[in-house]
Nanobody
Framework: QVQLAESGGGVVQPGGSLRLSCPAS????????SGWFRQGPGNQRELVAA???????TYADSVKGRFIISREKLTNTVYLQMDKLQPEDTAVYYC????????WGQGTQVTVSS
């Protein structure tokens, strides 16, 4: 049984940083594809960063140069480092392992506000 548990969200001022974590059980994050999605108020869930087949990281245009996805075999965790946060980044963030599967965590709220 795959279980994912996002954490690390919070309230931050514009220009600030947060690091989201997604520890996984029942699946190895260093082998399978993975992704971080977000869903803002009134919006559809969108993919912001992913490890696709072959391990190449990809990013939505809106977060390129600001967000970095990484994964650690030892802790079996997928991370999302978010820098230069802006109000439009406000959303609930979810991880998805494998990418495109039905396995999701409960999400973690990120609020960017002055």
């Amino acid at each position: 049984q795959v279980q994912l548990a996002e954490s690390g969200g919070g309230v931050v001022q514009p220009g600030g940083s947060l690091r989201l974590s997604c520890p996984a059980s029942g699946i190895r994050v260093d082998i399978f594809t993975s992704g971080w999605f977000r869903q803002g108020p009134g919006n559809q869930r969108e993919l912001v960063a992913a490890f696709r087949t072959g391990g190449v990281p990809t990013y939505a245009d809106s977060v390129k140069g600001r967000f970095i996805i990484s994964r650690e075999k030892l802790t079996n965790t997928v991370y999302l480092q978010m820098d230069k946060l802006q109000p439009e980044d406000t959303a609930v963030y979810y991880c998805n392992v494998p990418l495109g599967s039905d396995f999701w965590g409960q999400g973690t709220q990120v609020t960017v506000s002055s």
